[in-house]
């Protein structure tokens, strides 16, 4: 029926259809507007090509894992973040500096703290996570109930936390400064209000901070 229909709509003086054409002749679909249809296909098909081909590697790139020099653990929880750094400081390169373990839970503040400081708004916790900046950080991500999204969009980051699972992302920060994300997973009734804010210093200035608050 729908070739007929199409036979029909090309050629709708049928009796001038040469008889020795067949069944499934391309003639048959042929019309004005064939022309106009192959150029609007193919362009668009070639501007994917062009815009997917840089995309592989740039995907590539942000799937591939570094050797790191400082592990960050990242537990998701209804509705706050806890955060653990357990690590030796021999990928620092201070293999003299001993670092204890950090362990702390971040909180959203209430909005009349937020206003009274002109912090965004559900955006600002009691306590950052303080990264280095120029150091090669692997964060491995999880969840203690539910499914989570760990998700900072100036670090091009955004991992699910998973229950049971371990996911990780490693990547480099190139300046310092005060970033924020947000839960981007629906995670319950108060995922509005998880939200995650990242500090970034120097590595310097991070390691004199965690050996005065250690020491």
């Known amino acids: 029926m729908l070739v007929r229909t199409v036979q029909l709509h090309a050629y709708p003086e049928i009796s001038k259809l040469p008889m020795n054409r067949g069944a499934y002749s391309f003639n048959y679909f042929k019309h004005k507007g064939m022309v106009l249809e192959i150029v609007w296909t193919i362009i668009p098909a070639v501007t994917l090509m062009f815009v ?4 592989f590697a740039l995907l590539y790139s942000t799937n591939a894992f570094c050797e790191a ?3 960050f653990k990242i537990i998701g929880h209804q509705w706050y973040w806890s955060y653990e750094f357990n690590d030796n400081s021999k990928g620092l390169g201070q293999e003299g500096l001993a670092l204890k373990p950090l362990e702390f839970d971040s909180y959203m503040l209430k909005q009349e703290y937020t206003q009274a400081y002109y912090f965004p708004k559900n955006l600002c ?5 303080v990264l280095p900046t120029l150091v090669y950080i692997k964060l491995l991500i999880t969840s203690d109930d539910v ?13 699910d936390a998973c229950p049971g699972r371990l996911n990780a992302v490693t990547f480099i920060i190139n ?3 005060l970033f ?8 319950g009734v108060n995922h509005a209000f998880m939200p995650i804010s990242v500090k970034t210093v120097t590595l ?3 390691l004199l901070s ?6």
């Open 69 to 71: 020099e400082a592990t």
């Open 52 to 55: 997917a081909v840089p995309s």
């Open 175 to 177: 300046r310092e400064g």
């Open 204 to 206: 310097s200035d991070w």
């Open 125 to 129: 916790v009691d306590k950052s996570l």
């Open 180 to 187: 924020f994300g947000q839960c981007s997973e629906i995670c």
């Open 210 to 215: 965690r050996v005065s608050r250690n020491g």
């Open 147 to 159: 499914l989570h999204c760990w998700t900072v969009p100036s670090f091009g980051v955004k991992l």
